[in-house]
């Protein structure tokens, strides 16, 4: 049984290259073993992180995750069961929305920049596909 998680979370201070770095080596390292896949997107200090595997290890992940002192405020967007994964190829992708064209964020918020915790889940998730299908997605710098 798949499902697809997507939370998002803020940070005390702005959100380093370091903080990146030391999350995606750890995800990278552990959740090909776990069959987690997914994606980080960051701006400023917030995160969205979509997470897609099976039930019992995404929970599992998304408890250890809300229990992690380097954010707060974890905040559960959307949860499904899926057929198939979307990012099947990313142990976990990466995503700098500052560093992109923000004319997609505008079509799926308000204002042009990133703040999950105002707009609807599925207006978050339709804006990582969008990110997806933009190409924007790499592993690490
Ligand atoms: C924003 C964010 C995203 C994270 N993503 C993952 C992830 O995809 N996979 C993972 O194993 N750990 C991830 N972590 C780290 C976990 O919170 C946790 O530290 C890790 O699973 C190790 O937990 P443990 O050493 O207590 O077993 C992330 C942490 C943060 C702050």
């Not at 995160?47 to 002192?69: H, I, P, S, Y």
Request: with cysteine.
């Amino acid at each position: 049984m798949l499902v697809r998680l997507i939370y998002a979370s803020h940070t005390q201070d702005a959100i380093s290259g370091k903080l990146i770095d030391d999350i995606l080596a750890q995800s990278q390292t552990r959740n090909p073993a776990n069959g987690i896949t997914g994606l980080l997107c960051y701006s400023q200090n917030t995160f969205v992180q979509v997470l897609e595997g099976g039930r019992a290890e995404v929970n599992k992940l998304f408890q250890l995750l809300a229990q992690d002192k380097r954010h707060q405020d974890v905040t559960l967007l959307k949860y499904e069961e899926i057929t198939e994964r979307r990012y099947a190829n990313w142990a976990m992708a990466r995503v700098a929305l500052d560093k992109l064209n923000m004319s997609l964020l505008l079509r799926y918020s308000d204002q042009a920049r990133l703040d999950p915790f105002s707009v609807s889940g599925e207006s978050t998730a339709r804006l990582l596909e969008a990110l997806a299908e933009a190409g924007a997605l790499c592993s690490r710098d």
